[in-house]
């Protein structure tokens, strides 16, 4: 089983690479609805695949100067504390700690597959129609207290699903920085997604929802899918790539959330 494992992840990998869509949203649902994996483990362990592979794009973006770190820094500081509650809360309370979540978890993942299917389809749009609404004026106050409420947003509906940190947290940038150029926007979220995935598989891993020898044999495949799904990338047309993408999760949603 874990050479299958292991094709998945060089599978997810290679997709990632090719769209910049997060693993979470293809990875966790494959774990639980090919692989029947509990989906309070899938989640725990895709957070600390995710924190893995993200952490390279990190480094890549940063040396290449298209993360925008105090955006990165608000993202945080609302995400972090957001996500240590959300598992604190699903352990007290939840029936049997966070495994006892299970139907919640796959709600919560269903609805935010849903939500990356859209972010996925109308990015374009999206960043278009704050483009035009801005208006050229700017509230840095109200940006930033926006920027963190967002990171908290995000942090909850992470931790849950691990869906979210990348095309979610994306388009949310678009709306609140319309200016700023699409590859800090794509680097500052990646940025932001290594801290978040890291503290919320850590939690995951102390409320006892982490495969380890699953998540050691998703990393040998994913690290070589990406980088060849990164190097493929420009030969594959982004237009036939994300509608493809899209109505795939809208799919798993539907059934994630029916189930």
Do not use: C
């Not at 089983?1 to 966790?28: C, D, K």
Request: net charge positive; charged share 10%.
């Amino acid at each position: 089983m874990s050479i299958a494992y292991t094709i998945a992840g060089f599978s997810v990998g290679a997709i990632v690479g090719l769209t910049g869509v997060g693993g979470g949203s293809l990875m966790t649902p494959l774990l639980v609805l090919l692989f029947g994996i509990n989906p309070s483990v899938a989640v725990g362990t895709d957070l600390l695949y995710a924190a893995v592979t993200k952490a390279g794009g990190t480094l890549a973006h940063g040396m290449k100067g298209t993360v925008d770190w105090q955006v990165t820094r608000r993202l945080a500081s609302g995400s972090i504390p957001a996500a240590a509650l959300t598992l604190l809360t699903l352990a007290w309370f939840a029936p049997g700690g966070i495994g006892g979540a299970t139907s919640l978890i796959k709600v919560s993942l269903g609805v935010a597959l849903l939500l990356t299917a859209v972010a996925i389809i109308f990015r374009k749009h999206i960043q278009d129609f704050a483009l035009r609404h801005s208006g050229g004026q700017e509230n840095p106050g109200r940006t930033r207290i926006l920027t963190i409420i967002t990171g908290a947003v995000l942090g909850v509906l992470v931790s849950i699903s691990s869906v979210g940190a990348g095309a979610l947290g994306v388009s949310a940038l678009f709306f609140l920085y319309p200016r700023l150029p699409t590859l800090r926007i794509v680097g500052s979220d990646i940025a932001h997604a290594v801290p978040l995935t890291l503290v919320a598989g850590i939690g995951h891993w102390f409320l006892g929802s982490v495969d380890w020898s699953l998540l050691g044999s998703l990393l040998i495949g994913s690290l070589p899918g990406i980088w060849l799904g990164s190097h493929i990338s420009t030969r594959v047309p982004d237009r036939v790539l994300r509608p493809i993408l899209a109505t795939m999760l809208v799919l798993v949603g539907s059934k994630l959330i029916a189930a």
